[in-house]
């Protein structure tokens, strides 16, 4: 049997981001170099209510979305959460995860079909990490918890201003059978700052999306500024891309490393930034606030030699908050009008194919106005990548998508989605 491999950060933060780790044990070869996907019982359709899905996050699992008509009109399973519930679910789909984001837990669902889902188990993480930490799952059985906290240090003996201290907590959690879950290692370690960090005044103040490879994490960064005059951050992407890297599983002995190709955050907000292809190599979206482009990582450094711009490709100046890998150097990007911006009013995204290897992208023939900004998962099966698609609060459809055609439109549309006002489709899981 062929050997295909990839490993692909789920949420993101969302939840963040979340890893599969799939091998030929897992996923059969469609005989077009692109992976089957996991065997899976269900499609989990996850559903967003109000601002960023804090009034509440919606579930239902079907066997087929290839037809018919998907609602949560009066229907689906309320994923409690003190203020929103960022989900990922075992490969196939049979378990699903849900961190209460807020309520500092993590709760274990048996994924039974319909609206119906029973509760495994539950396991308090605020002790170890707080209330708001993100998360992203890494492999089937291991998702990784991650908070950075700041303090401000001044220079000894006063009350001048010298620098801001990031310290990173970070908790791997065992995900477990049938009933299990557990809290694995649990770090605090301060992340240690760059040149840049001190010649701009800059700190991490966010991670996320991480992935594994080789005894590594890699995590996203963010990094803002401070002003004391003010006592205000200050926003920043002039500055260069940087990844968090620690020892996998123990998550310690932290470095950074950075690339001056692309600047600014890789750390994803809510969609998949990071993925380990099949030779090895880490490819990581940019993009947030600026020009999108992917980088390539290469024996844990930066592999400074490789740049696909987005904008670039498509001809427009986009942003990109990720992207989903699908293998063959092969995936799909969400993107956003840079001059139109990320608000949900300007409704301004889209959804390209971008090949890696060869170097273009395409803009895919999606017909609605489009707000991804939330948007956290799609699903390969039988070849093809399945996404939930729909303007907020109006009628969409999961597409299909052959990631083996070039064309724009290169995809099926499956099962109608049905949508109320102030709804939004977070994914397919």
């Given at each position: 049997?062929?050997?295909?491999?990839?490993?692909?950060?789920?949420?993101?933060?969302?939840?963040?981001?979340?890893?599969?780790?799939?091998?030929?044990?897992?996923?059969?070869?469609?005989?077009?170099?692109?992976?089957?996907?996991?065997?899976?019982?269900?499609?989990?359709?996850?559903?967003?209510?109000?601002?960023?899905?804090?009034?509440?996050?919606?579930?239902?699992?079907?066997?087929?979305?290839?037809?018919?008509?998907?609602?949560?009109?009066?229907?689906?399973?309320?994923?409690?959460?003190?203020?929103?519930?960022?989900?990922?679910?075992?490969?196939?789909?049979?378990?699903?995860?849900?961190?209460?984001?807020?309520?500092?837990?993590?709760?274990?669902?048996?994924?039974?079909?319909?609206?119906?889902?029973?509760?495994?188990?539950?396991?308090?993480?605020?002790?170890?990490?707080?209330?708001?930490?993100?998360?992203?799952?890494?492999?089937?059985?291991?998702?990784?918890?991650?908070?950075?906290?700041?303090?401000?240090?001044?220079?000894?003996?006063?009350?001048?201003?010298?620098?801001?201290?990031?310290?990173?907590?970070?908790?791997?959690?065992?995900?477990?059978?049938?009933?299990?879950?557990?809290?694995?290692?649990?770090?605090?370690?301060?992340?240690?700052?760059?040149?840049?960090?001190?010649?701009?005044?800059?700190?991490?103040?966010?991670?996320?999306?991480?992935?594994?490879?080789?005894?590594?994490?890699?995590?996203?960064?963010?990094?803002?500024?401070?002003?004391?005059?003010?006592?205000?951050?200050?926003?920043?992407?002039?500055?260069?891309?940087?990844?968090?890297?620690?020892?996998?599983?123990?998550?310690?002995?932290?470095?950074?490393?950075?690339?001056?190709?692309?600047?600014?955050?890789?750390?994803?907000?809510?969609?998949?930034?990071?993925?380990?292809?099949?030779?090895?190599?880490?490819?990581?979206?940019?993009?947030?606030?600026?020009?999108?482009?992917?980088?390539?990582?290469?024996?844990?450094?930066?592999?400074?030699?490789?740049?696909?711009?987005?904008?670039?490709?498509?001809?427009?100046?986009?942003?990109?908050?990720?992207?989903?890998?699908?293998?063959?150097?092969?995936?799909?990007?969400?993107?956003?009008?840079?001059?139109?911006?990320?608000?949900?009013?300007?409704?301004?995204?889209?959804?390209?194919?971008?090949?890696?290897?060869?170097?273009?992208?395409?803009?895919?023939?999606?017909?609605?106005?489009?707000?991804?900004?939330?948007?956290?998962?799609?699903?390969?099966?039988?070849?093809?990548?399945?996404?939930?698609?729909?303007?907020?609060?109006?009628?969409?459809?999961?597409?299909?998508?052959?990631?083996?055609s070039t064309a724009a439109d290169g995809f099926t549309k499956g099962a109608k989605l049905d949508n109320l006002g102030g709804q939004f489709y977070i994914g397919v899981f």
């Amino acid at each position: 049997m062929k050997k295909i491999k990839f490993q692909n950060l789920l949420f993101a933060g969302l939840f963040a981001g979340a890893t599969l780790s799939l091998s030929s044990c897992d996923e059969k070869n469609n005989g077009n170099d692109f992976p089957d996907g996991p065997d899976r019982d269900y499609f989990n359709i996850v559903l967003g209510v109000g601002d960023d899905g804090n009034d509440g996050v919606y579930i239902q699992a079907l066997n087929d979305i290839s037809k018919g008509t998907i609602s949560f009109k009066g229907y689906g399973f309320e994923i409690p959460a003190d203020r929103t519930a960022r989900v990922c679910t075992s490969d196939d789909g049979k378990y699903v995860y849900s961190l209460d984001y807020g309520g500092g837990t993590i709760t274990k669902f048996k994924t039974n079909g319909g609206q119906s889902y029973t509760q495994m188990t539950k396991i308090d993480v605020k002790q170890a990490i707080g209330t708001h930490p993100r998360w992203g799952k890494v492999n089937d059985s291991m998702a990784l918890l991650h908070n950075v906290t700041t303090e401000k240090k001044y220079k000894e003996g006063s009350n001048v201003y010298n620098y801001t201290e990031a310290t990173a907590q970070l908790v791997g959690i065992n995900l477990g059978g049938e009933g299990e879950m557990s809290m694995g290692s649990i770090q605090k370690l301060t992340i240690p700052r760059t040149q840049e960090d001190i010649d701009k005044n800059l700190s991490i103040w966010r991670i996320d999306a991480p992935v594994v490879y080789k005894g590594k994490v890699y995590y996203g960064v963010a990094k803002r500024g401070y002003d004391p005059t003010t006592g205000n951050n200050l926003s920043n992407v002039a500055y260069s891309t940087t990844t968090l890297v620690a020892d996998y599983p123990s998550l310690t002995n932290l470095k950074t490393i950075s690339s001056g190709v692309c600047n600014g955050e890789n750390y994803g907000y809510r969609t998949p930034v990071n993925y380990v292809d099949e030779k090895g190599d880490i490819y990581q979206m940019v993009g947030n606030g600026q020009r999108a482009c992917i980088l390539k990582i290469k024996n844990e450094v930066y592999d400074n030699s490789f740049k696909f711009d987005l904008s670039e490709k498509l001809g427009v100046e986009v942003g990109a908050l990720g992207w989903f890998y699908i293998g063959n150097g092969v995936g799909y990007a969400l993107f956003y009008d840079l001059a139109a911006g990320q608000s949900e009013a300007a409704a301004a995204w889209g959804v390209a194919r971008v090949d890696i290897y060869n170097g273009t992208a395409v803009k895919m023939n999606i017909p609605y106005k489009l707000w991804l900004r939330q948007y956290q998962k799609g699903v390969l099966k039988g070849g093809k990548f399945h996404m939930a698609l729909a303007p907020v609060g109006a009628e969409g459809a999961v597409y299909i998508f052959d990631p083996a055609s070039t064309a724009a439109d290169g995809f099926t549309k499956g099962a109608k989605l049905d949508n109320l006002g102030g709804q939004f489709y977070i994914g397919v899981f």
